[in-house]
């Protein structure tokens, strides 16, 4: 049984990455973090440590994700195929993050991801005045 450890990870594919990214700053006082090996996408770190992604439309090969965080990636994967759960061949990485896509019983896709290292505190954004009252 693959162990979750929570939810690390949202994303969205989208025609209009602008002015989602623009709305995320806007409405709720994020900021984009550059993140290597990611391209084509705007990453933006959440204060629990989560990330929201906005990405090009068809970017994530998704309309949207989810990406559940567990402790061994490779051996997260070997499971869900022993139970024959359809997992992409190859495991991807990026600076953070080393994942995999799987695709549920509902016919969506899904993210199983392995933390590189943690993201820095020092990079989360302040909530909005509005938002800390």
Do not use: C, K
């Not at 090009?56 to 990406?67: D, F, H, I, Y």
């Amino acid at each position: 049984m693959v162990r979750i450890l929570g939810l690390v990870f949202a994303g969205t594919s989208t025609g209009a990455r602008d002015p989602m990214s623009a709305f995320l700053r806007s409405a709720f006082g994020l900021r984009a973090v550059p993140v290597d090996g990611v391209v084509g996408a705007d990453v933006f770190d959440l204060p629990d440590g989560a990330s929201f992604v906005v990405a090009e439309a068809g970017g994530m090969g998704a309309e949207r994700t989810v990406g559940f965080l567990v402790e061994d990636v490779d051996a997260a994967a070997g499971e869900l195929r022993a139970l024959g759960v359809e997992v992409d061949a190859e495991i991807a990485a990026n600076e953070r993050w080393r994942y995999v896509h799987f695709r549920a019983p509902d016919g969506h896709v899904y993210e199983l991801i392995e933390a590189r290292h943690a993201p820095d505190a020092a990079a989360a954004p302040e909530a909005p005045a509005a938002a800390q009252q």
